[in-house]
């Protein structure tokens, strides 16, 4: 008597397309969690800005200003991508840092890989000098245990904690939940610009301006828009932000200077 082939089972007959569909679940899985970043073009106040959102428990925040192959500064975005593929590291984010002086250094504190290359700089200088000096001025930090935070550079000071990486600008967009008291909402000074916040401890944000816009409608965006109860400010009219798949954002190219300091996300290649 001949016999028959056995059945195939259901599971047989459909694992090629389970293990494919496995694959996929895991490669876009991993995909998100190399991003770890969320972007997107947002309006506030009839006015257009670029946000982009790092969560510090799946990513790692870092600061660049000199190259460590040579000593030399960066200067660019271009010039930290350019680097990282170098170290197959592929870059996701990166956005200027903060204001810095007439010698191309950071202008307040400066804390890269935890090593202060620049001390916390108390001066109140003239206004009319630079946004440095616009009262209070700020901190942004990351600190060892992985948290985040922007406080006035006086309570940074009163605070006494060590940073992972720190930059000082300024002024403060918000304080505790406050617009900075020098701002005028009808201020004619209008400029591209850039700032921080620490919506969460872990949860950092970013802002760029894609057309001029003053101090008062940035800061209720920080405030009103983005939910965040301290704010700084990083910089004005060289600000840009780059996204790996999208390009950059903010300030034309024209307007561009060297940096000192670069945030940076970066991601195994």
């Known amino acids: 008597m001949p016999v028959s082939?056995?059945?195939v089972s259901t599971f047989s007959r459909w694992r090629p397309l389970l293990g494919a569909a496995l694959l996929l679940a895991t490669l876009v899985g991993c995909a998100?969690?190399?991003?770890?970043?969320?972007s997107d073009e947002r309006e506030f106040d009839g006015q257009r800005f670029h946000v982009v959102s790092v969560d510090l428990t799946r990513q790692s925040l870092s600061l660049?200003?000199?190259?460590?192959?040579d000593g030399q500064p960066y200067g660019?975005?271009?010039?930290?991508?350019q680097w990282g593929a170098r170290h197959g590291k592929r870059l996701l984010f990166a956005a200027n840092a903060g204001i810095y002086d007439h010698k191309d250094a950071p202008l307040g504190?400066?804390?890269?890989?935890g090593r202060t290359l620049v001390p916390l700089n108390r001066a109140r200088g003239n206004p009319a000098a630079g946004n440095f000096s616009l009262q209070p001025n700020g901190v942004f930090a990351v600190y060892a245990d992985g948290r985040a935070a922007v406080r006035t550079t006086e309570a940074f000071k009163a605070d006494g904690k060590s940073a992972a990486l720190a930059t000082q600008s300024g002024p403060m967009l918000v304080i505790d939940g406050q617009l900075n008291g020098q701002f005028?909402?009808?201020s004619s000074s209008m400029k591209w610009r850039?700032?921080?916040?620490?919506?969460t401890p872990t949860r950092v944000v970013f802002a760029v301006s894609e057309t001029p816009v003053n101090f008062h409608t940035f800061a209720r965006l920080f405030r009103d828009g983005l939910g965040c109860r301290d704010a700084l400010y990083l910089d004005g009219s060289i600000s840009q932000f780059y996204v790996?798949?999208?390009?950059y954002s903010g300030a034309p190219s024209f307007m561009l200077k060297p940096y000192a300091g670069i945030f940076a996300v970066f991601s195994d290649s």
């Open 244 to 247: 790996d798949g999208e390009g």
């Open 109 to 113: 504190l400066y804390v890269e890989g």
């Open 32 to 38: 998100s969690r190399a991003r770890a970043l969320d």
């Open 5 to 7: 082939p056995a059945p």
């Open 64 to 69: 660049h200003w000199r190259n460590p192959d």
């Open 184 to 186: 005028v909402d009808d």
């Open 76 to 81: 660019s975005i271009d010039a930290l991508q």
């Open 194 to 199: 850039s700032g921080v916040c620490a919506r």
